[in-house]
């Protein structure tokens, strides 16, 4: 079984760059069914440091994944850090920078089982949605007589004073692809082998899309307790 608990808030954080591969599950000792979502993290490296005297804030620059195609200037950056050219960066502050060299690796063993992590990436894209199934609406009557208006949102504006559609109602619209982050996931297991993390629950986006993981801001670790 997995018995929460809080133990203080975390320090800062680096983000490492993962790809959701899934999901699946596992059952514990007691035989309680536990979903998890698969992660696999490749080896991040450190790209550059920003440090507060020139830039004014400390903050590490990671990358990963190979990039094909790529600019003069991005070129130029990379020659500079003596690493391959990478497809995704990100940024992260730190408190002490000089923890931290160009050229570090950082792998899934950078996290620990039991641990809370959060995840940040965007939403599964839905497209243009109408009102029923953006917003819940309840429809018109399915009867006789209802003339093709069963899935319409019905009158959203005034004939007279003021004569128009106040701004911020609830309309058909884009429906996903918004940023995300879902906090406090529990880490179930880490296979630095075959860089994946299992993590407990769902996290947003699609199979194969980009997320950023980092350590709780909220929980540190769990008491991770097989009965």
């Not at 998890?36 to 790209?47: D, F, G, H, K, S």
């Not at 497809?87 to 950082?106: A, H, P, R």
């Not at 529990?186 to 769902?202: F, R």
């Amino acid at each position: 079984m997995f018995n929460f608990s809080d133990e203080g808030n975390a320090k800062m954080s680096v983000k490492l760059i993962g790809k959701k591969r899934g999901m699946t599950q596992l059952f514990d000792k007691s035989g309680k069914m536990v979903v998890c979502t698969v992660i696999e993290a490749q080896p991040n490296l450190v790209v550059q440091l920003k440090k507060k005297n020139i830039d004014g804030y400390d903050a590490v620059q990671i990358g990963s994944e190979k990039r094909k195609k790529i600019n003069k200037s991005l070129k130029g950056h990379f020659a500079k850090a003596k690493v391959d050219c990478l497809d995704k960066l990100v940024e992260s502050k730190v408190e002490n920078i000089d923890e931290y060299s160009v050229g570090q690796e950082f792998n899934v063993s950078y996290f620990e089982k039991g641990e809370y992590i959060d995840i940040a990436g965007k939403s599964k894209g839905k497209g243009f949605q109408g009102l029923m199934k953006l917003h819940g609406f309840k429809g018109m009557p399915a009867s006789h007589g209802c003339s093709r208006s069963h899935r319409l949102g019905g009158s959203t504006g005034w004939i007279a004073g003021p004569g128009r559609c106040f701004p911020g109602g609830k309309r058909a619209s884009r429906m996903g692809a918004d940023k995300m982050t879902i906090q406090n996931l529990l880490v179930i297991d880490v296979d630095v082998e075959k860089n994946l993390l299992l993590v407990k629950g769902s996290i947003p986006g699609m199979r194969n899309s980009t997320i950023y993981i980092s350590r709780s801001k909220k929980k540190i670790k769990a008491k991770v307790k097989n009965k």
